[in-house]
């Protein structure tokens, strides 16, 4: 088994707009839609609606939100 804290995903190094994260790392968004960089969405990331957001759970619920963002920036 194994336990972690404090660990904190690496977005910057895997997408490349670093303009696109606060200074912890973190996607700025509203909804899933990145603030910084249009066209750019998340899903899954730590409280990106709810504290859920980074669990199944959560990611059950952020989808559909998610996906009418998409589908309206495409119109």
Do not use: C
């Not at 904190?8 to 707009?17: A, M």
């Not at 998340?42 to 998409?70: N, Q, Y």
Request: a positive charge.
């Amino acid at each position: 088994m194994i336990f972690t804290s404090v660990f904190r995903p690496d977005y910057v190094s895997w997408v490349r707009f670093p303009n696109a994260f606060d200074d912890f790392g973190f996607p700025i968004q509203t909804d899933g839609a990145s603030s910084v960089v249009p066209g750019l969405f998340f899903i899954g990331t730590h409280f990106l609606r709810k504290r859920k957001s980074g669990i199944i759970m959560g990611i059950m619920e952020d989808a559909p939100i998610v996906a009418e963002r998409i589908v309206r920036s495409h119109r």
